[in-house]
Structure formats: C-alpha cells, structure tokens
C-alpha cells in the first residue's frame, strides 16, 4: 500500500506539479537525465526569449522554429530505432503449448489447409 501510495505521489502529483516530468527508477539514469533536460529545455525557453528579446512577434518567430526542430529531431531518432531495433511483435510461449502445438499438427492432415483469420488470400 505504501509503494503504491508512493508511485501515485511520485507519476501523478509531482509530474502535475513540475509539468510533466518524474523520476523513473525503472529507466536508466541515462535516459532519466535526458528527460530532465529536455524538460528543463522546453520549461525555460519560453521565459529566456521572454527576457532576452523585446516582447513582440520575434519571440513567436524564434520559439516556433526551434520547437518544431526539436519534435522532428526527437521523432526521427525514434523512427531510426524502432527500424533498427524493432524485429516485429514478439509471441512467448512456454513449452507446453508448443508440444501440444507440435502433436496436434501432427495429428492433423497436412493437405489440409488452415484457415486464415484475414480470409482467403
């Protein structure tokens, strides 16, 4: 009870009241440290070019651009690895299903055909 308790305080009520970002102990301290500082990119950029340039339509003109840039940097490193690392939906099975598996094919006639769940081809 008192994890959980926890958990909630540390995902829900601290990520609401930073804007989002928490410590997560199951990612590696790494990637906890990328988050922080793109977080910290993203929360102070706005009140840097509030007080660094005159209040108008030039704070617009630099914030967009430079967001845009990173949200397509971020999504292509992510394109990137999911092609490189990503083989395809991973089915676990434990043994037994694969013997029972193995001894109902050989069971069964090989002429016949089993049915696809998409239909015919």
């Known amino acids: 009870m008192g994890s959980q308790t ?3 305080l540390r995902q829900g009520v601290w990520a609401a009241l930073s804007g989002g970002w928490y410590y997560d102990p199951h990612q590696a301290t790494f990637v906890n440290a990328l988050h922080l500082y793109l977080w910290l990119f993203l929360l102070g ?3 840097t070019l509030y007080m660094a340039l ?3 339509m030039i704070i617009v003109a630099v914030y967009c651009p430079v967001i845009a840039a990173v949200f397509i ?3 292509m490193v992510n394109y990137r690895l999911h092609r490189a690392l990503d083989a395809g939906e991973i089915v676990e099975r434990n043994a037994n299903e694969f013997t029972d598996q193995r001894a ?3 069971q069964g ?3 016949t055909r089993r049915k696809d769940s998409n239909g015919p081809r």
Do not use: A, D, G, M
Request: aromatic share 6%; hydrophobic share 35%.
């Open 45 to 47: 950029l706005p009140f």
């Open 104 to 106: 109902k094919t050989e």
């Open 73 to 75: 940097v971020l999504k």
């Open 54 to 56: 005159p209040s108008s």
């Open 6 to 8: 926890l958990q909630i």
């Open 109 to 111: 006639n090989c002429s």
